[in-house]
């Protein structure tokens, strides 16, 4: 399916599939190797919402993957979704080195530059949701959430906003890499719920963490080593929300030897449940990782933004505007010159032919 088919089925927002496949091998920032993934992405409207709010990001040149699930409406939340993405896209395709150097940006500390350029993408999004939110009113209130990985040598850095969730799918058991910033999550984490007394709870869908619901935004990190057969899932909670983790376990190992299967068999026990919300999944399997001494970093919250940050973050976001006017301008086609004497006086000449043909066949 081209880029353009792909677009106009997103553009429906009854399905998009915008990339699934192998990554080959490629060269990242100082020289370091970029494992070879087996990725599949795919999301589904259920069987209840009017319109698909969740967004899928795969990019396979920088190898950065993302599941955000809009919220605001069905157009606002899938606007905000989208504009996520984009931000991310831009970040690391356009603007990477630039983002990386500037001492205004500084995370504070020495991570792998994957990870780092991941924290300051999702910022940047933030910024960008927000934007897009005060400058329209029809948009006001709009947000989503955000889990998204990025990979380098030998390491995969998670990064997340909200309550769509990152997985490692080992043999025996899935583990979680993500912890929900969710109301329901915090009553569990404080008061010690089950999950069966979680779910008896009143606003299991408030969130407390979203892109685009204030300037700035506090992002969890956590830094994971990977190897070959590693398998990792990031969902919306379209899947998560309706199935507990035994549940996904038991459909993803039935389907680990084919991540593709496991991908629709996932969604298609979300639609079995009912289909109440949206559902995506990204299914992420390593199959070549070059060791590296880069290290795992256990999970962490940068904090909201300074406010020399934030002035820089909006000098970064005016290039992204500008950037986004010029990509979206079409050159008007050159008028065609009218004919010329010779051309219209050889049409009439093979019309006075084709008369006379025609005079001489009805006198007959």
């Given at each position: 399916m081209t880029d353009e088919?792909?677009?106009e089925l997103a553009?429906?927002?009854i399905f998009r599939l915008?990339?699934?496949?192998?990554?080959?091998?490629?060269?990242?920032?100082?020289g370091t190797s970029l494992p070879k993934l087996n990725v599949i992405g795919k999301t589904d409207l259920g069987l209840v919402r009017p319109g698909n709010e969740d967004y899928i990001h795969l990019d396979e040149t920088n190898m950065v993957f993302a599941v955000c699930d809009g919220m605001g409406g069905h157009q606002a939340g899938e606007i905000a979704a989208m504009t996520a993405a984009q931000a991310l896209q831009t970040t690391f395709s356009a603007y990477a080195k630039g983002i990386l150097?500037?001492?205004?940006?500084?995370?504070?500390?020495?991570?792998?530059?994957?990870?780092?350029?991941?924290i300051k993408s999702i910022r940047l999004a933030n910024r960008t949701v927000a934007g897009e939110a005060a400058r329209n009113a029809e948009l006001s209130g709009m947000g989503t959430t955000v889990v998204a990985v990025s990979f380098e040598a030998d390491v995969m850095s998670v990064a997340h906003v909200g309550d769509s969730r990152a997985y490692r799918v080992d043999e025996d058991q899935l583990v979680p890499l993500t912890n929900d910033h969710s109301w329901v999550a915090e009553m569990q984490?404080?008061?010690?719920?089950?999950?069966?007394?979680?779910?008896?709870?009143?606003?299991?869908?408030?969130?407390?963490?979203a892109l685009g619901v204030k300037n700035v935004v506090e992002v969890d990190l956590r830094i994971l080593k990977v190897k070959p057969g590693d398998i990792f899932l990031l969902c919306s909670d379209g899947l998560c929300g309706y199935a507990d983790d035994d549940d996904i376990f038991a459909v993803?190992?039935?389907?680990?030897?084919?991540i593709n299967r496991m991908a629709n068999d996932l969604i298609q026990m979300a639609n079995d449940r009912g289909g109440a919300d949206n559902v995506s999944v990204i299914v992420i399997e390593v199959l070549e990782a070059a060791e590296s001494p880069l290290p795992e970093v256990e999970p962490m919250t940068f904090p909201v933004e300074?406010?020399?940050?934030?002035?820089?973050?909006?000098?970064?976001?005016?290039?992204?505007?500008?950037?986004?006017?010029?990509?979206?301008?079409?050159?008007?086609?050159?008028?065609?010159?009218?004919p010329s004497k010779k051309v219209l006086f050889?049409?009439?000449l093979v019309f006075a032919v084709l008369a006379a043909i025609i005079i001489f066949l009805a006198t007959k």
């Open positions: 088919a792909i677009n553009g429906t927002g915008r990339w699934g496949g192998v990554i080959r091998k490629g060269q990242c920032r100082k150097d500037d001492p205004s940006l500084s995370l504070g500390r020495t991570l792998p530059y994957s990870a780092d350029l991941l984490r404080t008061h010690h719920l089950s999950e069966i007394e979680a779910s008896q709870l009143i606003g299991r869908n408030v969130i407390t963490r993803a190992r039935e389907a680990r030897q084919d300074t406010d020399i940050q934030q002035t820089a973050e909006d000098e970064w976001l005016g290039r992204f505007s500008v950037r986004s006017v010029e990509a979206h301008e079409q050159v008007a086609p050159e008028p065609k010159a009218p050889g049409i009439l």
